[in-house]
């Protein structure tokens, strides 16, 4: 798994990949913003072997505008800053 967490603790982004089961989630100070299941069962019925083809499949499909919330959520923000 690959996952897109905000640490409460140092306010910082991370991208954080664990095996098996394993969450970061289980770290009260964690929020998840963002989980990219890699293993085979995930891709394998629509993409075969090709795992980056269903990477890039994934992010076509990212609902940013929840992980913004959810970022806004767990930093206390009300809105996206304009760049």
Do not use: C
């Amino acid at each position: 798994y690959a996952w897109l967490v905000h640490d409460g603790r140092s306010g910082a982004l991370s991208v954080v990949t664990t095996a098996n089961q394993d969450t970061p989630a289980s770290d009260a100070e964690v929020s998840v913003l963002l989980v990219l299941d890699v293993w085979e069962h995930a891709y394998y019925l629509d993409h075969k072997w090709m795992r980056q083809q269903f990477i890039d499949a994934f992010f076509e499909v990212v609902d940013w505008g929840e992980v913004e919330a959810r970022y806004n959520a767990a930093t206390g923000a009300t809105a996206a800053t304009e760049l």
